[in-house]
């Protein structure tokens, strides 16, 4: 099945009309309320370009022409380029659908201990290698190690992602300093900035404070990235019922007013600066006053979230594979199915989650694996059905008749590997031999598939980069953000 036909079967949930109308609001908002930028040369871009600024309050009004134009000039496809071209991620409006693992958890899972402790930068190592290896893993995002001093811990992990991966990466820099140094980094690895520029080698994640304010720092890493060609997730995170609304359409408003506030900065700084139209909303849980991502309310805005990045003409991603459950049991793969199911089926351009528990506040190997056969599922299901003549297998039915079997004809050894996916984490055997083979448990499955996992050979040292030339970056990156502190 090609991409035009898998278009032609995507899930929506958004009306033609009700996406008008929300831009129409979202265009209404911003000339009538604006939005805080912290930043004063953004303010002064939006000046000249003919916004209305309080430079004391630091908040601008956007007039509708503005917003369009910004609509209008950022691309609808970028490249997020591997370490080998193999990697490559081409993202684009209604292109290929690519998953990534979660990001910024600083808690692991410790599976052994069936205990929560802080990440280490060892931990670190074995996420990226272990994401490395997993077939249906494309983007590699950090988790982020306790163990290093504060002021480098991006640029650190940055470093030791790209000594164990050369898939693409993504990642959270904490401001505009570590940022530069993190390009470094990938202009190292990549041969030098120009190639970079060219094959960009790294997305950065930056994202607005609802409701309605863009901090400085955040806008400096978005202007850095625009600058150095780096596609942006641009993202947007109210808290449903505490920082935005309750109703998930007042939501979805909310986050387009912020989305395309940063859209139309990025673009007056950047003409053609390479988007990705990224809200994650989290919803605010009147029984636990707590933040929760597991709800079936996140498939239904995740299918939005996806359409109306469709309806600007950007790549979109969605939070995917989520759970706010704290171990990897029944709740956490039910949550993570539905909420995979409307991102993979609505067409994301990247679903994210694996890896992820504790409302994406704890990562976990053992669940990253249970998530690449989650991804794996849904792959296959977009796969649809094979109805090509050979297929169909209709010469092979009159020929076998009535009564006699098919397990040894040529047709079932040429097709039984490629038609069924065939989960690593599944156990189909009959009770007995399950329980002879120890009765164990999924969780116990992707334990011992993460140690064999992590037992294989690392990639192929002459395809990554020198390790004393990132640590002589990471040591000068020391040296100059000490000195902020």
Known sequence: MGLADIESRRYTILSESEIEALHEKTLRLLQRVGIVIEHVGALELLETAGARVDKEAHRAWLPADLVQEAIRRAPSACLLAGQ??????????????????????????????????????????????????????????AIFPLDVRPETRDVIAVATMLEQTTKPLVIQAYS????????????????????????????????????????????????????????????????????????????????????????????????????????????????TSMAAI??????????????????????????????????????????????????????????????????????????MVIDDDIYGYFYRMLAGVDFREDALAEELIAEQGPGKEYLTSDHTLRFFRKEFFFAATADRRRHESWEKDGARDTLARAHDLVARTLAQEPPEAERLPSPEMLDEICSRAQVDLSQGQ
């Open 84 to 141: 080998e071209p193999a990697w490559d991620m081409h993202l684009a409006v209604n292109g290929e659908t690519y998953t990534r693992t979660i990001g910024g958890p600083e808690n692991v899972y410790d599976c052994e201990r069936r205990v929560r402790r802080s990440v280490s930068r060892a931990d670190l190592v074995q996420w990226t290698r272990l994401a490395h290896r997993l077939t249906h893993i494309h983007l590699v995002n």
């Open 176 to 287: 505009n300093r570590s940022l530069e140094w993190i390009v470094e980094l990938a202009a190292g690895a990549m041969g030098g900035l120009e190639n970079l520029h060219r094959r960009p080698r790294l997305a950065v994640y930056t994202s607005s404070f609802s409701p309605l304010r863009y901090s400085r720092d955040e806008i400096d890493v978005l202007l850095t990235a625009g600058k150095h060609n780096l596609p942006v997730f641009l993202n947007s995170s109210p808290l449903s019922g505490a920082t935005g609304p309750v109703t998930l359409a007042g939501t979805l408003l909310l986050m387009n007013v912020e989305m395309l506030a940063g859209v139309v900065v990025a673009q007056l700084a950047n003409p053609g600066a390479p988007i990705v139209y990224t809200p994650k909303p989290y919803f605010f849980d009147m029984h």
């Open 294 to 367: 597991g709800y079936a309310e996140m498939g239904l805005l995740q299918a939005a979230i996806v359409q109306l990045g469709k309806h600007y003409g950007w790549p979109t991603e969605a939070l995917g594979a989520v759970t706010d459950s704290n171990i990897p049991d029944q709740q956490a793969g039910i949550e993570k199915v539905q909420g995979a199911a409307l991102s993979f089926f609505g067409g994301a351009s990247i679903v994210g989650g694996a890896g992820s528990l504790g409302t994406a506040g704890t990562a976990s190997l053992e669940q």
